[in-house]
């Protein structure tokens, strides 16, 4: 049996800002369970709901140093839908309101948390083969493990991987304060460990410290290489590339899953999707107060309102956008002007568009379901899940070529007819809105070709299946370098 220890700040059902937390909470689910035990570690949040939290069991605590004082730590666990749960309990540090504060804050809180996770180990009767961490905030596990712990036999052998998340975000500071705070010394920050740009940098040590690194689809893998993508990191990327994997995500079939939603208005299938989704649009319509009309063409939103997401994008052309036949639905919360800017077009063009300003998972499940398109023209897309939900309910994205939505979303040809969405390449205002005029001519016109593509987009397997495969490989190579000579790439 391989054990292994996802590491993350977020994971459904628990706490979520984002995608992470939608991987996190279902990827553990479908590895094999005969051979390998992956269980899942995470701060122990206030703001966790009490639903979860009493359900939690007390395993033990003791007191830790850390940024000189000394601090409680307390371990829990709990087991849910088939995994194993621990976590990290500290109300001085996750007693807010919200998993994430300022980023003074989040690097003392989740250095705190990287620390805390290796020294509940020898507590928790699990030793992992394989600690698996997520994103900067679990950067500096591997480089405390590479530290101070290397002096306790219990730890050393444990491999570590590291998965990008999303390379933006990146947990940097004045190297003095995070000295202080981390108290690590003078020696990890050098250009070659964590100083970056003059800067403490917790995601770099994440990095250079991981055995393995991987991000969350082929794509993302190559362009984090590029200066473009590579947000300053390109070329540690570059020179760990062959460390550097890229494994797609999957989403929870079982949750996003048309048949069985109990949030969507009418349950369907990929056999009776036309006439059962059209019931859903209508739903809709007339819940925000649209037109009930099924012949309008309604494109749905369902995203942080950040300029990762190709806002600026659509800032640019939303007149345009908001044409007569066209029914806008967003739901979304992030930055102020992309907020007021929805809300200024809600308010001018009330008949056909909704600005949906909140976070709401029941709404996001109607918005999946009901629409005819699904707008994420990205910037940037380390994987993205919202097209995948999209394509799961028969709902065809229309995306920017770029990291995982290039992966996932096939263009339609109308030569042959293939395809299971739209998509452009450059990150071009004008070039954004003809596609969306294309996929709209196709609705209208072509409505055989455009229910097929629903249908084929409906089928595809985006499910852990695969992903959970290559993620066992990964595992299966970290442990036993020498069992796969023959495998000279790093695509798996
Ligand atoms: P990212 O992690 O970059 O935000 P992803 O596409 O990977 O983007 O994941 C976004 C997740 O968050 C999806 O599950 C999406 O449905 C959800 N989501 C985003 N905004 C909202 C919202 N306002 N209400 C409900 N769900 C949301
Ligand atoms: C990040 C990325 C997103 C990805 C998610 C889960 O939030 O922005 O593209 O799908 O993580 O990996």
Redesign the pocket.
């Known amino acids: 049996m391989k054990r292994v220890l996802l590491v993350a700040s977020e994971c459904v059902p628990f706490i ?1 800002t ?3 937390a ?1 991987v996190v909470g279902s990827l553990p689910k479908y590895f094999d369970k005969t051979k390998y035990d992956v269980r899942v570690m995470l701060p122990k949040y206030l703001c966790i709901k009490e639903e979860y939290r009493s359900q939690m069991k007390y395993i033990t605590h003791f007191y830790t140093d850390f940024c000189f004082r000394n601090q409680y730590v307390g371990i829990l666990e709990m087991e849910y839908q088939g995994v194993h749960f621990y976590f990290i309990d500290s109300e001085f540090y996750f007693g807010g309101p919200w998993p994430y504060s300022n980023m003074y804050e989040d690097i003392e809180k989740f250095s705190f948390f990287s620390k805390a996770v290796l020294s509940s180990l020898p507590l928790i009767g699990f030793r992992p083969d394989i600690i698996h961490c997520n994103d900067w905030q679990t950067g500096l596990v591997s480089v405390y493990l590479n530290d101070s712990f290397q002096g306790d036999p219990f730890f050393r052998g444990i491999k570590t991987i590291f998965t990008i ?2 390379l933006k975000f990146q947990g940097t500071w004045a190297i003095d304060t995070i000295r202080y705070m981390t108290g690590l010394s003078d020696y990890y920050f050098t250009n070659d460990k964590l100083e970056s740009y003059n800067n403490g940098n917790l995601l770099k040590g994440g990095l250079v410290y991981s055995d393995i690194i991987t991000t969350v689809s082929k794509t993302y893998a190559e362009e984090i290489k590029t200066s473009f993508y590579g947000e300053g990191l390109d070329g540690l990327l570059r020179a760990r590339s062959n460390s550097l994997y890229g494994i797609v ?1 999957g989403i929870d079939y079982s949750f996003y899953n048309p048949e069985t939603d109990p949030d969507i208005a009418v349950c369907y299938s990929s056999e009776d999707f036309v006439e059962k989704k059209a019931k859903n649009k209508a739903a809709l319509q007339r819940e925000l107060g649209f037109e009930e009309n099924p012949k309008a063409f309604m494109l749905g939103i ?3 309102l950040t300029d ?2 190709g806002f600026d994008l659509i800032d640019c052309v939303m007149e345009q956008i908001c044409a007569e036949d066209v029914q806008l639905v967003v ?3 992030g930055e102020r002007r992309y907020e007021d800017m929805f809300r200024y077009y809600a308010d001018k063009y009330s008949d056909r568009v909704s600005a949906n300003i ?4 029941p ?2 499940h109607k918005i999946y379901a009901s629409c005819d398109a699904f707008l994420m023209p990205s910037l940037f ?1 380390p ?5 995948l ?1 999209s394509l799961r309910y028969g709902t065809l994205p229309i995306v920017r070529e770029t990291g995982g939505l290039r992966d996932t979303v096939e263009a339609y040809n109308e030569v042959d007819g293939s395809g299971t969405g739209f998509s452009f390449a450059n990150y071009n205002a004008h070039e954004m809105l003809s596609i969306i005029n294309y996929a709209k001519k196709v609705f209208y016109n072509d409505k055989a070709a455009w229910t097929t593509m629903q249908k084929r987009a409906m089928e595809k397997d985006f499910s852990w299946n695969s992903s959970a495969r290559e993620y066992e490989k990964l595992y299966d190579k970290l442990l036993d370098p020498s069992g796969d000579k023959e495998d000279e790439t790093n695509m798996l």
């Open positions: 979520k984002g995608g992470l939608d998340h999303n995500n369902v995203s942080r990762q997401k739901l979304g919360t909140y976070y709401s998972e709404m996001s897309e994987c993205g899940l919202s097209q939900m």
